[in-house]
Nanobody
Framework: QVQLVESGGGLVQAGGSLRLSCAAS????????IGWHRQAPGKQRELVAT???????SYVDSVKGRFTISRDNAKNTVYLQMNNLKPEDTAVYYC???????WGQGTQVIVSS
C-alpha cells in the first residue's frame, strides 16, 4: 500500500509562490492517478488538481493558470507548483491517490494579504 507525505507549505505573501511535494513510499506512484486537495477553515475539502497515469492534468477553475501539478516518477514524487497565491488559497493541502483511500496530515499554506 502506498503512503504519501506532503511537505512544502508555509507562510507567503499574496502574489508569491510555493511548491508542495507529495512523496510516496511503499509503492510506486506512477501506477496511480494523484490528486491535490485542500481544506480551508470552515469549508469543505475540495479537489484542486489531478494528474493521471498518462500525465494528463485537470484543475478546479479557481486555480487554473496559477497552479501546476506534475510528477517525477524517478523520485516517486508529485508536485504542486502554486504561483500568484491569493489569501483565499490559505488551507491545509493534502495529496492522495485517486480514488481516495486515505488521508495524510497535509501541509499548511497561509497566504497573507
Amino acid at each position: 500500500q502506498v503512503q504519501l507525505v506532503e511537505s512544502g507549505g508555509g507562510l507567503v505573501q499574496a502574489g508569491g509562490s510555493l511548491r508542495l511535494s507529495c512523496a510516496a513510499s511503499g509503492k510506486t506512484l506512477r501506477i496511480n492517478a494523484i490528486g491535490w486537495h485542500r481544506q480551508a477553515p470552515g469549508k469543505q475539502r475540495e479537489l484542486v488538481a489531478t494528474i493521471a497515469t498518462s500525465g494528463s492534468t485537470s484543475y478546479v477553475d479557481s486555480v487554473k493558470g496559477r497552479f501546476t501539478i506534475s510528477r517525477d516518477n524517478a523520485k516517486n514524487t508529485v508536485y504542486l507548483q502554486m504561483n500568484n497565491l491569493k489569501p483565499e488559497d490559505t488551507a491545509v493541502y493534502y495529496c492522495t491517490i485517486i480514488p481516495v483511500t486515505s488521508w495524510g496530515q497535509g501541509t499548511q499554506v497561509i497566504v497573507s494579504s
